[in-house]
């Protein structure tokens, strides 16, 4: 039987691939081959599905506990995928305005999502379980999560990160001094001691070294900088604004807001009970009025920064009606 003639659209991608393979002094019918003896690709292989279902190993038998585990595994996905667009942004060379508000938009979309999605945890677990198998993973806090710092870095200069007392004194100072007043440090005190919590002092052992490599790389090149560099004459600045107005107000006010709201659901409000947190005072410092901390300070008024949170929340609200 005749050999049905080639199609001419075919022949033409084997001479572009034979092109492409050439100029790498590859061999094309060799790899040809490999095509012919690999297997098709699966969904479950690409996604690596099952890796991804095993990694849910609670450390008591409460049903509940993986309710938490998962939550804060899709939440450090999220986180990934707005580090993911935080890495363009930074690294993108001749960035303009569209490619600068498109992944913005992808990343304020992350985070109403990561917001709108906290009822999960706040309502989604029984009191009774979380504040067992609570006390069964101190000292552990979603205090230690990286990605979110890494978020901070990445997003504005690190004079913003540091505790609101000491700005104004550091506000000259290097890298280490900074880093030495950082913001969180302050939530992760024992009350009774005055001390670094060991939640602190694991946290830093093991990630205090990537965070100065981080605050070094984004120091002139986080999301701040790039507004202040390319964007603050554009004409699309007031577009751009607003965006980063609302990025800041979703990882400073409502994500913390949201977040809060869960804590204020399971750990008990008398002092006493702090003991479910691993010795920190949350309730001091978790609420965004009291942290005051903005990734782009100069877009709000004093009065909107002495009220931090406050004008967002009545906004939203009156969105809302
Ligand atoms: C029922 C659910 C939750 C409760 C009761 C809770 C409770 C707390 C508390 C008390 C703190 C203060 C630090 C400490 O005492 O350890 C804290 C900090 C933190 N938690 Fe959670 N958390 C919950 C869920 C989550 C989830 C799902 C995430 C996602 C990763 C998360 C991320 C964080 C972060 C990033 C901080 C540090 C916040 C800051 O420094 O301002 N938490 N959490």
């Known amino acids: ?91 993108k060379a001749d960035i303009d305005e569209k490619f600068f508000i498109e992944r913005l938009d992808r990343i304020i979309r992350y985070f109403q999502n990561l917001e709108n999605s906290f009822d999960i945890m706040a309502k989604g677990m029984e009191k009774e379980q979380f504040l ?52 969180w440090k302050y939530g992760a005190t024992d009350l009774a001691t005055g001390k670094k919590t060991l939640t602190l002092l694991q946290f830093e052992s093991k990630y205090m070294k990537s965070f100065r490599e981080a605050a070094i790389k984004y120091k002139d090149n986080n999301l701040r900088q790039i507004f ?8 699309r600045k007031n577009e751009i604004v607003e965006k980063l107005k609302e990025y800041d107000t979703l990882v400073n006010v409502f994500w913390p807001l949201a977040h809060m709201k869960s804590a204020g659901t399971y750990l008990k409000k008398d002092p006493e009970d702090i003991k479910a947190t691993g010795g920190t005072n949350w309730q001091k410092y978790l609420p ?26 009545k906004k939203a609200i009156m969105e809302a009606n």
């Open 1 to 91: 039987m005749a050999d049905s003639p080639v199609d001419e659209n075919l022949l033409n991608q084997l001479k572009k691939l034979q092109a492409k393979y050439d100029y790498m002094g590859q061999d094309l019918s060799s790899y040809l081959d490999g095509l012919l003896y690999s297997d098709y690709i699966t969904y479950w292989d690409y996604i690596h599905v099952d890796t991804l279902l095993s990694l849910q190993n609670p450390e008591t038998s409460f049903p509940d506990e993986k309710v938490f585990i998962i939550y804060h595994q899709i939440t450090e996905l999220y986180f990934k995928l707005v580090l993911l667009e935080i890495e363009q942004m930074t690294t």
């Open 132 to 183: 067992k198998f609570r006390m069964a993973l101190l000292p552990a806090s979603g205090f230690q999560s990286a990605q979110y710092r890494f978020i901070e870095f990445a997003s504005t200069d690190l004079i913003n990160l540091v505790s609101m007392e000491e700005r104004e004194r550091l506000k000259n100072a290097d890298v280490d001094a900074m880093l030495e007043q950082i913001y």
């Open 228 to 235: 202040v560099k390319h964007f603050s004459n554009s004409p």
């Open 288 to 313: 965004p009025r009291f942290q005051r901390r903005m990734f782009f300070p100069e877009l709000w008024t004093e009065k909107e920064k002495q009220e931090w949170g406050i004008a967002a929340i």
